[in-house]
């Protein structure tokens, strides 16, 4: 038999301590200051019927998603996104949820996608949204929450760039034809930020208009104003929190996706060679198209791996502490129970404690403190053990001295602060 390949599935990642800690930081302070800002926490299943998540957003995105079918002869998949579980919840739901209905979530995803750098087949995702309020508080409450994100995981350069679906349909609508249709210009104007003018102009000729057109397609979006309704939600934004300087109008922001109807933005880090960070905007017809269910909608999906990323690129995230506070050391079997008794009498302070598992030598088990940078070991011998006392050892220092159990909680605690 050949010898099985250990690894794990192409696409899928494994997310060690380290990471997983750095993660589990900024996932918390996320949570924070949504619920902060008085949205609650929303978890959907991982399977869900197929089709429900199919035919949702075109043929391309059906091929992602995974289906198969489970022991029940029913045809499940994957969820794709958070979207359309929330749709079925609001439909589902309606008669339980409140009538202004402010959900936060963070969970996996699935895509059946080609697996390439920053590109998984399981990653998070981090959504927030209002549904039920057409008006503009509710879209400034939204920018100011993406911002204090930010703001909170101590980024001070954050830009949202802001624009307004419908302005960007009256701009363009003009220079639609049979072959070229509005969404189709709205997808290239929304290159205009990665590619040069001239480059977008080729693709609009390539679609079908002529240069002149396309010409003046640029220059009419380069030259769009902000909307009133634009301005104002702004407005109600600052008064909010954000800073004056974190917002920018941008004309040619787009956003692709078809399902936006009025204020759409984007969250870049200058610094930050990864590109956005987030974005969202305002969607009231989507829920209507995916579930039957008339509410409109406002919201956000914020970019997590990413967010981690540009947090370890700027130096935002804390030094990593190990899992314990103490290892609890003892190199005679005899004492095993002891041992095990101290350990006990530390957790139940609160101290993470650490049990080496077997009697061994003192110098392996300084050992391996040091490799798992566990500040302090208590030293457990038969001394110790008959007075009631015990042996702390700073692994920093180097420095050892035996005090009473209660001496060596108060040391271990005051070294977290």
């Known amino acids: 038999m050949a010898k099985q390949t250990i690894q794990n599935l192409k696409g899928f990642r494994d997310i060690l301590p380290q990471e997983k800690r750095a993660r589990d930081f900024v996932a918390e302070k996320m949570r924070s200051v949504f619920e902060r800002y008085a949205f609650e926490p929303l978890e959907t299943p991982t399977l869900e019927y197929a089709s429900l998540l199919l035919g949702k957003y075109g043929d391309e995105a059906d091929k992602l998603v995974y289906t198969f079918e489970d022991r029940g002869g029913r ?11 929330t749709a079925r919840v609001l439909s589902q739901y309606q008669n339980q949820l409140p009538k202004f209905f402010r959900r936060y979530q963070i969970q996996n995803v699935f895509r059946a996608d080609k697996p390439q750098k920053a590109r998984y087949r399981e990653f998070t995702q981090c959504d927030c949204d209002i549904f039920g309020s057409p008006a503009g508080i509710a879209d400034a409450e939204i920018l100011a929450v993406f911002a204090a994100v930010y703001l909170e995981l101590g980024f001070r350069s954050l830009v949202i760039e802001v ?9 363009l609508s003009p220079f639609a034809t049979e072959k070229v249709n509005v969404m189709s210009l709205v997808q290239s104007v929304d290159k205009l930020d990665k590619f040069s003018a001239k480059d977008v102009k080729a693709e609009l000729i390539r679609k079908g208009l002529d240069n002149s057109a396309a010409e003046a397609v640029i220059e009419e979006i380069e030259k769009a104003a902000p909307s009133d309704k634009l301005l104002n939600i702004v407005n109600k934004s600052c008064s909010l929190g954000v800073p004056q300087g974190a917002i920018k109008f941008n004309p040619k922001l787009a956003r692709g996706l078809d399902y936006y109807t009025g204020l759409i933005f984007e969250g870049k880090i200058p610094e930050f060679s990864g590109g956005s960070i987030g974005g969202g905007g ?22 997590f791996d990413r967010t981690v990323e540009a947090a370890q690129e700027l130096g935002l995230l804390p030094e990593q502490a190990a899992a314990a506070e103490v290892l609890v050391a003892f190199f005679d079997e005899n004492l095993t129970e002891a041992a095990l ?5 530390l957790r139940l302070t609160g101290i993470a404690a650490e049990v080496y598992p077997q009697a061994d030598k003192l110098g392996k088990q300084f050992k391996l403190a040091d490799q798992k940078k566990i500040p302090f070991v208590a030293v457990l011998g038969s001394d110790e053990a008959a007075k009631g006392t015990v042996a702390i050892k700073n692994m920093a220092t180097g420095e050892q001295a035996e005090m009473e159990l209660q001496q060596a909680i108060e040391l271990i605690m005051t070294n977290r602060t």
């Open 163 to 171: 624009n307004d679906r419908q302005t960007l349909l009256d701009t």
């Open 282 to 303: 305002r969607y009231d017809n989507l829920l209507q198209d995916l579930a039957g269910v008339q509410v409109p909608a406002v919201g956000f999906g914020i970019g």
């Open 341 to 345: 008794k101290l350990a006990d009498k």
């Open 75 to 85: 045809r499940v998949g994957l969820r794709y996104d958070q979207t359309v579980p």
